[in-house]
């Protein structure tokens, strides 16, 4: 399977993005639809993930500002972000199995 994000860009602290992840090439779709990301000199971290049964988790230090969505053929799925601050510059992965996109930069400027 492949998976391809976007969504990325430049944004000012406060604003909201919502980045998308497609599939393709996944015969099975059980698996949780996930989001992950990695800033500059840190490891890459938990950010979100939807599960099958359609629920959803969040990291801790981002709950509340974060929806995670897809759809139900569970080829795409999304990841709205708001009241964004400059920590949450990174590069963005969604994740599927041990699949994983190429990443989208997000830089988010104060």
């Known amino acids: 399977g492949q998976l391809v994000e976007s969504g990325g860009g430049l944004h000012q602290t406060g604003e909201s993005l919502r980045l998308s992840c497609t599939a393709s090439?996944?015969?099975?779709?059980?698996?949780?639809r996930n989001w992950f990301r990695q800033a500059p000199g840190k490891e890459r971290e938990f950010v979100a993930s939807?599960?099958?049964?359609?629920?959803?988790n969040y990291a801790d230090s981002l709950k509340g500002r974060l929806n995670i969505s897809g759809d139900n053929d569970g080829r795409e799925w999304y990841l709205q972000m708001n009241s964004l601050e400059p920590e949450d510059t990174a590069v963005y992965y969604c994740?599927?199995?041990?699949?994983w996109g190429q990443g989208t930069q997000v830089t988010v400027s104060s």
């Open positions: 994740n599927r199995g041990r699949t």
């Open positions: 939807l599960q099958p049964d359609g629920s959803a």
């Open positions: 090439g996944f015969t099975y779709r059980g698996f949780p």
